[in-house]
């Protein structure tokens, strides 16, 4: 299974006047998004299925994603995904879906929680992190149906998306 790990793009700073899950991309943010999305395009096919946590940055993020990707499948919402969820939750949706046979999933959410999910994927243990920036994308693909242990296909920056874009 080919699964995409995307972390939401660059958004408005915590503030006592704004609740964490109302933070919006901020103008930058948007416009890294879009500069990233012709590249997005060529490297990934539309996946089965698109997972995104609740907060409002990540569903603008994968908002972004879904039209570069031209992505007409199922998104779903899930706090699994929030960034301080246990990626084990995570891991548990990725197993569902591996389980059904889906051949791609893209999963939009936050650090930390991206980069113990990364982690745990690339390494088979929870507890060794490996952070994304802000619009980055991964990609990784499972060895077997029967296991999300997986190797990186490929890990893209929003910067260095734009430059290649």
Do not use: C, N
Not at 94 to 106: D, F, G, H, N, W
Not at 130 to 137: S, V
């Amino acid at each position: 299974m080919l699964i995409y790990l995307l972390r939401h793009g660059v958004a408005e700073d915590a503030s006592p006047g704004v609740a964490d899950h109302e933070r919006a991309l901020t103008d930058d943010g948007w416009k890294r998004l879009e500069r990233s999305a012709p590249v997005w395009r060529r490297l990934v096919d539309p996946p089965g299925v698109i997972l995104v946590s609740p907060l409002r940055r990540a569903q603008e993020t994968a908002h972004v994603f879904a039209e570069a990707v031209q992505f007409r499948g199922e998104r779903r919402t899930d706090k699994a995904l929030v960034p301080d969820a246990p990626p084990s939750l995570a891991m548990s949706l990725l197993e569902i879906e591996a389980l059904s046979q889906t051949k791609s999933v893209a999963l939009v959410g936050h650090e930390p929680h991206l980069g113990y999910l990364l982690g745990a994927l690339l390494t088979g243990h929870p507890r060794h992190p490996i952070p994304l920036k802000k619009g980055m994308l991964v990609s990784v693909e499972t060895e077997t149906s029967a296991s999300l242990v997986a190797s990186l296909r490929f890990a893209l920056s929003s910067k260095l998306a734009g430059e290649l874009a």
